[in-house]
């Protein structure tokens, strides 16, 4: 048994349940970002309030999790690096803070992405932007972005993080059901709605 992955997998875990987007909403006086749009605690959701800052606080605050947990868990080895990210994720989808509901989280997942190939990160951000610019539609950006990402790492021999990468695309996608069944029936909303 890897104890130092074990303890990579609870470090990132608890360091991903911490709900940003619920918190600066919070302490800027929008309440609970729970209960306008979708319902998430994730950016996009958080600039329904109106407030692009805050939203940008959520994302940046998200997506650090996830390269923290990564960078923290390199200190310990590959696997650990591996294992604190996946434990990042799944605290901020699932935290436990908020009885398993959390975001749906693709900031976090761009953050882990961050901390294992920059470059791989680079791309998913850029083919996000550019699905963003042709539908406006952010769900839509994020599906795709991270259908290439793990293919993206197992192109760089990156088999391991490819195979965790992998894994957290289809989490993602779970977490997105109801954004591709409105997909699918032309209802999704735009950025900017």
Not at 4 to 29: E, K, N, Q
């Amino acid at each position: 048994m890897d104890w130092g992955a074990l303890a990579a997998v609870a470090f990132g875990y608890l360091l991903g349940s911490i709900p940003f987007g619920l918190v600066t909403t919070r302490l800027a006086g929008k309440g609970d970002v729970r209960a306008i749009g979708s319902g998430s605690i994730g950016a996009t959701n958080v600039l329904r309030t109106g407030s692009k800052g805050l939203a940008a606080l959520t994302l940046l605050g998200d997506a650090a999790k996830g390269t923290v947990a990564v960078l923290v868990g390199m200190a310990i080895g590959n696997l650990a690096s591996l294992a604190a990210g996946f434990g990042a994720f799944f605290g901020h989808t699932f935290p436990i803070w908020l009885r398993f509901r959390g975001g749906k989280g693709v900031a976090t997942y761009l953050g882990i992405l961050a901390g294992l190939d920059w470059r791989i990160a680079i791309a998913f951000g850029a083919i996000w932007l550019a699905v963003a610019a042709a539908s406006r539609i952010s769900s839509a950006s994020a599906l795709a972005a991270s259908v290439a990402a793990p293919l993206g790492l197992a192109a760089t021999g990156s088999g391991s993080a490819a195979i965790v990468m992998a894994v957290l695309s289809i989490v993602l996608w779970f977490r997105h059901a109801d954004n591709i069944r409105r997909l699918v029936t032309g209802t999704e909303s735009r950025i900017g709605e």
